[in-house]
């Protein structure tokens, strides 16, 4: 009997590795597929964390990183990037079991794994003898070129191709200097997609999760609209540096408020009943469609006065 267990234990290590190694290897090799997949690595640490306990759970992520670097050939900011995915899972599957709220499991482990970034950024900017400005801006312009070669092969017109060429270099400032924001916010987002989708795959095999309650419920704290208003008028300094503050703050908050409009839209699919194949159809649009998007968070945002969900007080709530 320990045998088989044992053995259950060393397939379910090889599966764990063995899935992280894919997605790893399909974002690398299909760049705009690959991207989307890259934010699923958390997920298959977060399972097999959760189900075959710390200890045992640890070698899928140390094995997979091993794995990566042989693939890669060199430590680089990219294996940093799959690294702190995998030790976003982990932690998370961490924090699960705290039995903390919502909030505060996403911002533990966001607050560690941006931490653990600013580390990894030093100690790989030591190695290259390069400063931390010298390293973002090279993957920035790394990152412009590719994105530029990729629009080129999917046939976009020359003169297109020529406007966005000719603005590489003020597309290149803007984004060095709003890397904080983009940081956080996707962070946040990629920690909040994986506590979600992992809910149903981890009950399904009778694994614990916690109860963060109806999370199409969410929504903010009221004064964070402020914040918001703040930031905007900011942005109408004449100063470029006050403006980037202004910003990077608008940045950030947009993806709280993206997370409540998501949930407003979770509500209303849920209480009309709409089909599974059109909620991820419409999902999907919303991903992919930068207007539907803003329509979304603009949807998050306005909650906070029209509030769409009918939700009544704490203090009514408790009558």
């Not at 109806?214 to 900011?234: D, F, Q, R, S």
């Not at 408020?257 to 839209?265: L, P, R, W």
């Amino acid at each position: 009997m320990p045998f088989a267990q044992h053995g259950g234990i060393s397939r379910d290590v090889l599966t764990g590795i063995s899935i992280t190694c894919i997605i790893f290897a399909v974002s690398v090799y299909m760049p705009i597929f690959g991207f989307f997949c890259s934010l699923f690595i958390p997920l298959p640490i977060l399972f097999y964390r959760s189900k075959l306990g710390r200890k045992t759970g640890a070698i899928i992520p140390v094995a997979a990183g091993v794995i990566m670097m042989m693939v890669l050939g060199r430590f680089s900011i990219d294996l940093l990037f799959f690294f702190e995915l995998m030790l976003l899972g982990f932690i998370l599957s961490e924090l699960m079991e705290i039995d903390l709220s919502i909030e505060k499991t996403v911002l533990f482990a966001c607050g560690a794994i941006l931490a653990s970034a600013i580390v990894g950024l030093v100690f790989y900017s030591q190695i290259i003898q390069k400063g931390l400005t010298d390293v973002a801006a090279e993957y920035v312009t790394k990152n412009l070129q590719l994105t530029l070669l990729l629009y080129e092969s999917m046939g976009m017109s020359e003169e297109n191709i020529q406007l966005i060429a000719s603005s590489l270099e003020h597309i290149q400032y803007v984004l060095l200097r709003i890397i904080p924001a983009l940081a956080i916010a996707s962070t946040l987002f990629v920690a909040w997609t994986s506590l979600l989708i992992s809910r149903p795959l981890l009950k399904s095999r009778g694994l614990y999760y916690p109860d963060f309650g109806p999370l199409n419920l969410w929504k903010p704290p009221e004064h964070l609209v402020w914040g918001v208003i703040g930031c905007g008028l900011v942005l109408l300094i004449p100063s470029g540096s006050v403006k980037l503050i202004g910003l990077n703050g608008l940045i950030m908050l947009m993806a709280v408020y993206f997370f409540t409009g998501i949930a407003i839209v979770s509500f209303y699919f849920e209480r009309k009943r709409f089909p599974r194949l059109l909620r991820i159809f419409l999902y999907s649009l919303i991903a992919l469609q930068q207007f539907v998007l803003i329509l979304v968070i603009g949807l998050g945002f306005f909650d906070v006065w029209l509030n769409f969900r009918k939700i009544k007080p704490p203090n009514t709530q408790q009558s």
